[in-house]
């Protein structure tokens, strides 16, 4: 999970910066797209987040 969380955030860089250099019309495309990458990293951070705090319990 770790790795798809890194993957995640670079895609994120990446998109960013598609972002910025208005490589995608219309621009809303990008910002849905974003969003997306945004909601994926915060549900895997918190299972990554879970993973552990189950493992210290055992």
Request: net charge positive; glycine share 0%; hydrophobic share 40%.
């Amino acid at each position: 999970m770790r790795i798809c969380l890194k993957e995640l955030r670079e895609s994120e860089r990446w998109l960013k910066l598609i972002h910025r250099i208005p490589l995608i019309e219309p621009p809303e495309k990008m910002t849905a797209i974003l969003n997306e990458t945004e909601e994926l990293i915060k549900i895997f951070a918190t299972r990554i987040r879970t993973a552990k705090s189950n493992c210290k319990k055992r």
